[in-house]
């Protein structure tokens, strides 16, 4: 186990490293950050990868489909138009409304009278009076 100085020491070497650490980008990725606005207005507009990969190859820029996914992937996200919430109409009638509702609804059945009658026996089973069925 090291000593105290030693982990100091340790501690010193990986700070400095952290500092002046600069992270290597690609070429292809460097190049294409100079078409970003550029991608990004396509991208909103819907346009598809394959689509931004043909008027990039128009502009003499080869890149696969791989690598501008990978580009892409850091940029902001495409915005979608969003739907504005509309008041009801007043031009449905509420009778349609109510007529539909009506349709969905299941007819009420009458329940089953529990009247005691004579026959029956308090304390032990029931039996169904199958005349009252």
Same mark, same amino acid.
């Given at each position: 186990? =090291?000593?105290?100085?030693?982990?100091?020491? +340790?501690?010193?070497?990986?700070?400095?490293? +952290?500092?002046?650490?600069?992270? *290597?980008v @690609?070429?292809?990725?460097?190049?294409?950050?100079e078409?970003?606005?550029s991608?990004?207005?396509?991208?909103?507009?819907?346009?598809? %990868?394959? +689509?931004?990969i *043909?008027v990039?190859? #128009?502009?003499? !820029?080869? !890149? @696969?489909? +791989?690598?501008l996914?990978?580009?892409?992937?850091?940029?902001?996200k =495409?915005?979608?138009?969003?739907?504005?919430?509309?008041? =009801?109409?007043?031009? !449905?009638s %509420?009778?349609a409304?109510?007529? &539909?509702?009506?349709a969905?609804?299941?007819?009420? *059945?009458?329940?089953?009278?529990? &009247? #005691?009658?004579?026959d029956?026996?308090?304390?032990?089973?029931?039996?169904?009076? %199958?005349?009252?069925?």
């Amino acid at each position: 186990m =090291p000593n105290h100085e030693q982990l100091n020491e +340790a501690k010193r070497a990986v700070a400095e490293a +952290a500092a002046t650490y600069q992270r *290597e980008v @690609s070429p292809v990725l460097e190049m294409l950050s100079e078409f970003r606005d550029s991608i990004i207005m396509l991208r909103n507009k819907g346009a598809p %990868l394959t +689509a931004i990969i *043909e008027v990039l190859k #128009k502009a003499n !820029v080869s !890149v @696969s489909l +791989a690598t501008l996914a990978r580009f892409c992937r850091g940029l902001p996200k =495409p915005t979608k138009a969003r739907k504005r919430k509309r008041k =009801p109409t007043t031009s !449905v009638s %509420l009778t349609a409304k109510s007529r &539909t509702a009506k349709a969905f609804q299941r007819p009420k *059945e009458s329940a089953p009278s529990r &009247t #005691k009658s004579t026959d029956d026996q308090s304390g032990g089973p029931r039996i169904p009076n %199958l005349a009252t069925l």
